[in-house]
């Protein structure tokens, strides 16, 4: 069966919880993508470690770096990838990598976009937002990648409830769990039947 070509690109914080789902899909025989390249600002994290042991190729880029948008868009386009996964990934991507893959980018974002998305909203401030505003529901999206933060068309989305005694760590759980449902699912979408 052929696969599509994806590359994952993780955070600095590099937990890499989706990486992993997206890894254990990926195996599935009947998956239409295949897991080539991981690409990390770092060289140690928990990511880099489930990359390896998966015998995934890690290409270590930093946003940091100046030469950041060439070396990113060399090791993308070495490997010939399809789909560019962002799971973690807090900084934007340069323009002319967005602009390469356009409309094959995706990334998890963890609430229901359009609310809670855009500069700062990453992370527990997400959760703290829809404490806050006294949300019934929250959940994660899928959506391609723009230039702009949390933009571009939803791919996917997953819900659940809020309760009154959730605190921002206890809908963290709760998301992260549909998104390791979700993601795996949004990009055999795509790669299925297109953004
Ligand atoms: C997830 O919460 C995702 O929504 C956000 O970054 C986090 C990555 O977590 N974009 P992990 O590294 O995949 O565990």
Redesign the pocket.
């Known amino acids: 069966m052929h696969k599509d070509r994806v590359a994952i690109l ?2 600095s ?9 997206l890894i254990a899909a990926s195996t599935e025989s009947d998956y239409p993508a295949q897991i080539t390249l991981v690409v990390s600002p770092v060289s140690e994290s ?2 880099v470690d489930r990359a390896k042991a998966a015998g995934i190729p890690v290409a270590v880029c930093s946003p940091k770096s100046p030469g950041y948008a060439e070396e990113l868009l060399a090791f993308l386009d070495k490997d010939a990838v399809d789909w560019i996964c ?5 900084t934007k991507l340069p323009e002319s990598v967005v602009d390469a893959y356009s409309g094959r980018i995706l ?4 609430a229901l976009l359009p609310k809670f998305g855009g500069k700062g909203m ?2 527990h401030h ?1 959760h703290e937002a829809v404490i806050a505003a006294k949300e019934p529901v929250t959940g ?1 999206t899928v959506h391609v990648v723009t230039a702009e933060y949390d933009e571009g068309q939803i791919v996917l989305q997953a819900s659940c409830p809020v309760s009154s005694d959730d605190t921002a760590e206890t809908i ?1 759980l709760k ?2 769990e549909l ?1 390791h449902q979700m993601y795996p699912a949004a990009l055999r979408k795509v790669v299925e039947r297109g953004v």
Do not use: D, F, T, W
């Open positions: 993780v955070g914080k590099g937990r890499g919880s989706n990486l992993g789902a928990a990511a962002l799971a973690g990934l807090m990334n998890i974002h963890p990453y992370g997400v994660c963290a998301v992260l998104e």
